[in-house]
């Protein structure tokens, strides 16, 4: 029986709350694929190594209080800024797990994918680590301008088993239209509430709205930059490319 090609699902207004990716995750064991688009209010995501920070309850409550909730997540490998502007693409598969190579297969499909996505836009990014960026990784999908790299999206996943299963939860986040320095003082100042010496730059972050202003053929579109970059996943989504790197991503014993 031939596979039933899923569609690429799109949230549409910010989220006030996290997403249910432990839902998708969980579905994703039963064998359902899954990828969903979505945006969120102003939120500070981090992971749950962050929870060897003894303040970390009270600079949480503290920056709920100031209009920026802290969300925790399994994935990940620091402290993520989110807002409208920030686009964000959640893929849940069953998979080979992460040992042999299951966890670079992973990277690399989102990382292909993405970078698909912006070529539609004129924009040509590639897996790169950016120093000072936050949530640095080599499997950043980055930028050079000027000859510096800069980073435009962060990626990070999660794995589970069950049922003798194993299924992956991979995420990417992409500035597409926010305010980069705002992003990054946010981020600034969560690590030092917490006493965590880690700090960030703003001009090692750029974003699609800037490369966007660069691009000759962009500049006179008529739908903005967050519009464009929707309608650009939507029609990348469309592609038999699209889900068959998931697919050749799974790597599923037969």
Same mark, same amino acid.
């Given at each position: 029986?031939?596979?039933?090609?899923?569609?690429?699902?799109?949230?549409?207004?910010?989220?006030?709350?996290?997403?249910?990716?432990?839902?998708?995750?969980? $579905?994703?064991?039963?064998?359902?694929?899954?990828?969903?688009?979505?945006?969120?209010?102003? &939120?500070?995501?981090?992971?749950?190594?962050?929870?060897? /920070?003894?303040?970390?309850? &009270?600079?949480?409550?503290?920056?709920?209080? $100031?209009?920026? #909730?802290?969300?925790?997540?399994?994935?990940?490998?620091? !402290?993520? #800024?989110?807002?409208?502007?920030? @686009?964000?693409?959640?893929?849940?598969?069953?998979? *080979?797990?992460?040992?042999?190579?299951?966890?670079?297969?992973?990277?690399?499909?989102?990382?292909?994918?993405? =970078?698909?996505?912006?070529?539609?836009?004129?924009?040509? %990014?590639?897996?790169?680590?950016?120093?000072?960026?936050?949530?640095?990784?080599?499997?950043? @999908? %980055?930028?050079?301008?000027?000859? !510096?790299?800069?980073?435009? =999206?962060?990626?990070?996943?999660?794995?589970?088993?069950?049922?003798?299963?194993?299924?992956?939860?991979? /995420?990417?986040?992409?500035?597409?239209?926010?305010?980069?320095?705002?992003?990054? %003082? $946010? =981020?600034? =100042?969560?690590?030092?509430?917490?006493?965590?010496?880690?700090?960030?730059?703003?001009?090692?972050?750029? $974003?699609?709205?800037?490369?966007?202003?660069?691009?000759?053929? *962009?500049?006179? %579109?008529?739908?903005?930059?967050?519009?464009?970059?929707? *309608?650009?996943?939507?029609?990348? &989504?469309?592609?038999?490319?699209?889900?068959?790197? @998931?697919?050749?991503?799974? /790597?599923?014993?037969?």
């Amino acid at each position: 029986m031939r596979e039933e090609v899923p569609k690429l699902e799109i949230v549409p207004l910010p989220l006030a709350q996290p997403p249910d990716e432990l839902v998708w995750l969980q $579905q994703a064991l039963e064998g359902r694929v899954r990828a969903v688009l979505w945006r969120s209010q102003p &939120a500070l995501v981090v992971p749950v190594s962050y929870q060897v /920070h003894e303040r970390l309850p &009270a600079v949480s409550a503290d920056f709920g209080l $100031q209009g920026w #909730p802290v969300w925790v997540r399994r994935s990940g490998g620091g !402290v993520v #800024p989110l807002d409208p502007g920030v @686009l964000n693409l959640t893929l849940a598969y069953p998979a *080979q797990g992460p040992g042999q190579g299951g966890m670079e297969r992973v990277y690399a499909t989102l990382c292909t994918v993405l =970078a698909r996505v912006l070529d539609r836009l004129g924009i040509h %990014a590639r897996p790169l680590a950016v120093a000072g960026s936050y949530c640095d990784g080599r499997f950043n @999908l %980055a930028v050079e301008q000027e000859g !510096v790299p800069c980073k435009l =999206a962060g990626t990070a996943q999660y794995w589970r088993h069950g049922g003798g299963r194993d299924a992956v939860l991979a /995420h990417a986040t992409l500035l597409v239209d926010t305010d980069v320095a705002h992003l990054t %003082a $946010q =981020a600034n =100042a969560f690590e030092a509430a917490l006493g965590s010496p880690r700090r960030y730059r703003a001009a090692a972050m750029t $974003q699609v709205a800037h490369l966007w202003q660069a691009s000759p053929s *962009q500049r006179a %579109a008529a739908d903005g930059p967050l519009q464009r970059t929707i *309608q650009a996943f939507v029609a990348e &989504a469309r592609t038999e490319a699209f889900w068959t790197a @998931l697919r050749d991503a799974r /790597h599923l014993p037969s």
